[in-house]
């Protein structure tokens, strides 16, 4: 004959308790949270490298030949595409633009692009026009060399009325 074990007695559950089962027993970050969470590391990481490179570079002649060639590209555009009269002005210690207004007046720019730039301690521009220079609607703009000079490095930009290009200067004997 066979001997059956005595069933063991039923619990009864505290009505209180309550199981959990929200997390299966698994917890911690998805690979999609890990890559977020990288991704934004990486790309803070980027931004202040490249905050630290531009506070510690020195300004150099030939970014500012570039920068004033640059602009001085801008502003021949502004003016032929905006149909209106642009001057190029310089000052002692930097250089802007103005637009002429119908009474021949210059009103100076302020805007980002065309607003007045300082040049760095050490840097001199030198025009072989006197300002204002006019950058005509149709290209007519008189043409100008600017050298851009530290006392050790100089760099020519040259304005056809049309183009703008900044070129090392060639050395002197």
């Given at each position: 004959m066979a001997v059956v074990a005595p069933a063991p007695p039923a619990r009864?559950?505290?009505?209180?308790?309550?199981?959990?089962?929200?997390?299966?027993?698994?917890?911690g970050m998805t690979l999609?949270?890990?890559?977020v969470v990288?991704?934004?590391?990486?790309?803070a990481a980027g931004a202040?490298?490249?905050g630290?490179?531009?506070?510690?570079?020195?300004?150099?002649?030939?970014?500012?030949a570039r920068r004033l060639a640059s602009r001085l590209q801008a502003a021949a555009d502004d003016a032929m595409l905006g149909d209106k009269l642009i001057a190029f002005t310089a000052e002692p210690h930097?250089?802007?633009?103005?637009?002429?207004?119908?009474?021949?007046?210059l009103a100076p720019r302020t805007d980002d692009a065309f607003a007045p730039h300082t040049l760095p301690a050490g840097i001199t521009l030198t025009l072989d026009v006197r300002p204002p220079l006019v950058l005509g609607v149709d290209g007519s703009?008189?043409?100008i060399a600017a050298t851009v000079d530290n006392g050790s490095r100089r760099w020519l930009v040259r304005y056809?009325?049309?183009t703008a290009t900044a070129l090392p200067a060639p050395a002197t004997p």
């Open positions: 009864r559950m505290d009505p209180g308790f309550r199981r959990d089962d929200s997390h299966d027993g698994q917890t999609i949270e890990m890559l990288l991704a934004i590391i990486g790309v202040v490298t490249l630290i490179g531009a506070a510690t570079r020195k300004p150099s002649v030939e970014s500012e930097g250089y802007g633009f103005a637009t002429i207004g119908a009474n021949g007046k703009g008189k043409p056809d009325g049309m």
